[in-house]
């Protein structure tokens, strides 16, 4: 299937769209999702959807691991080892090797974890770079650290099109997230890793609008860390654990600040003395939280069933159909595309500037069709392709065109 070229006359009509739902390869991947009946979910950006299988992994964790095997449970279930078996998985979806995912903690604390550790291995560099537009709980932990460093390494935030100039020799580690949170703009990640490599300096990607819906291939581009979230597009669940990579060449040196009783090489000897395991185990800290987690690879085993390219197609189809379909039934209502006309240049969403987009959004949620708004004037659409149909598409943009005829804003 490929990705068609929409010309400005091309026209859908309802039967169009039907049609392809009827071509579409992963359709039937939706009955893999228990999404409540009639509603159309275009938040998957924000919180994945949950997958069928999730109650009974969780029912069977309760009752027949923790209930009947309690403290057992830890060797017997191998507890313990799931923060990497299940980074292994994750591996899977970011062209990773095993040994190189930990599924743990919050993406915010990763990535403060990986940014301390980052510092260290270049001493004597003055900056931490990123880009203006990052997202602010990445901007946060950057300024923390520089607060925590007594400034002798400081956040440099630029615009996104002077990036690449302020990635110099004076600079430590870039941040960056690969698919922006606001407007779905995809980063060329090889070509600024490459770009960091060839100045020194080291990358930390945040995947957390990446993985699960488009190929990342973090040892193809050289990428040296990185970061992501479990409940997007991973369908994980609310506060689903995140996950980091660390790439192999740097796991022997890699020095976290949060040196807690996992990340040790032998935490059972309870030690004084603190002595990193070898490997992605020294960036755990503490116990691993194992409803969470198992509930992480309940969906991960969804989308692992199907091929990451595959997804990708569907996503950038739905995403220009939705586009397309906008700029056929909405035309006269004043709305902005904030998003790349490009498709490859565009994650899984759209967004739409409206003046009175909070007022829009709520509208489209009282008719059971569910986006987000994101301050001060953003309609952000997330299009899951694991169980966003056309039709859902169809539908939601005729309804908006409805709430636009018949609501005075
Ligand atoms: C959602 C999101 C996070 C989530 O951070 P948590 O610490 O897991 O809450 C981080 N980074 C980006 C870019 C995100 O979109």
Redesign the pocket.
Known sequence: MTVKAFTPNTHFCKQDIEQLDHSDPLYSLRNEFDLPPGLIYLDGNSLGAMPRTTPAVIDNLLKNQWRDDLNKGWSKHQWLNMPLTIGDKIAQLVGADAGEVAACD????NLFKLLCAAIQMRPGRKYIVSETQN?P??LYIGKSVEDLLQRDVAMKLCPREHLLENIDEECAVVIL?HVD?RTGYIHDMEAISRAAAAKGALIIW?L??STGVLPVELNHCQVDFAVG?GY?YLNGGPGAP?FLFVSKQHQTQLDQPLRGWLGHENPFLFGIDYHPAAGIKRTLCGTPAVLSLAALEAAIEVLLTQDIHCLREKSMQLTSVFIQLIAQECAEFGFTLLSPTDAHRRGSQVSLGHSHAERIIQALESRNIIADFRAPNILRFGFSPAYVSYVDLWNAVTTLRDIMQNEDF
Do not use: G, V, Y
């Not at 919050?106 to 604390?109: N, R």
């Open positions: 919050s993406t915010s604390i997202f709980s990445d997230t949170f945040d957390s609008h979230c997007k995140a």
